[in-house]
C-alpha cells in the first residue's frame, strides 16, 4: 500500500493533533459479541473488529510509526507483524476488537478511540535520557550511611 497523500482529506478521522487517517482506509467486520447478554448476544452482530495499515495513517513520521508499530506489536497483522522494529512492519495492519457495549456503533467508536490513543501516544517522540553524575554531596551522605551502618554492625560483633 502507498504512503498517503501528504495533504488532509476534508472527510479525514482526526487520530491526534497532526495524525489521521482516510475513512476508506478503515476495515469493519462485525461478529456477534460472546458473554452473557440474553437474546440480544444471539441475534445482533454488535462486536466490531477494525483493521487498518501503518501506512495509511497519514501525518506521521517515520521515526513515529516506527514506534506506532513497536506500540501496537500485539495488535499487528500480516505477513511482517512478527518483527515491529523493521522497516517492512510498516506494511502490516494495526487491529482492534471492542465487543464491551451492547450497540454495533458504541463497539465502532470504541475501536477508533482505541486507535486514537495508541496514534497519540506514538506520535510524542519519547525523552532523551542525559547523563548525569551524583553531586559531591550526595556522595559524602551516601558514604557517611555506609559508614554508619558499618559501625552499626561492627557494634554487633564486639558484644
Avoid at 495499515?53 to 516506527?66: P, Q, V
Wanted: glycine share 6%; charged share 30%.
Amino acid at each position: 500500500m502507498s504512503l498517503p497523500p501528504s495533504t488532509r482529506p476534508s472527510n479525514a478521522i482526526t487520530l491526534g493533533p497532526i495524525a489521521w487517517v482516510h475513512p476508506a482506509a478503515l476495515r469493519f467486520t462485525y461478529a456477534r459479541s460472546g458473554g452473557p447478554g440474553g437474546q440480544n448476544v444471539n441475534k445482533v452482530e454488535s462486536k466490531a473488529q477494525l483493521r487498518v495499515a501503518i501506512s495509511s495513517i497519514g501525518g506521521l513520521d517515520h521515526a513515529a510509526r516506527l514506534r506506532l508499530a513497536r506500540m501496537a506489536e500485539s495488535h499487528l497483522f500480516g505477513a511482517d507483524a512478527n518483527d515491529p522494529m523493521s522497516v517492512e512492519s510498516l506494511t502490516a495492519d494495526i487491529g482492534f476488537s471492542a465487543e464491551e457495549h451492547r450497540s454495533q456503533r458504541a463497539n465502532h467508536d470504541e475501536c477508533i478511540a482505541r486507535l486514537h490513543e495508541l496514534v497519540l501516544r506514538a506520535s510524542v517522540p519519547p525523552k532523551r535520557r542525559r547523563k548525569t553524575k551524583p553531586t559531591r554531596g550526595s556522595r559524602e551522605r551516601r558514604l557517611e550511611a555506609k559508614r554508619i551502618q558499618g559501625d552499626k554492625k561492627d557494634r554487633r560483633r564486639n558484644i
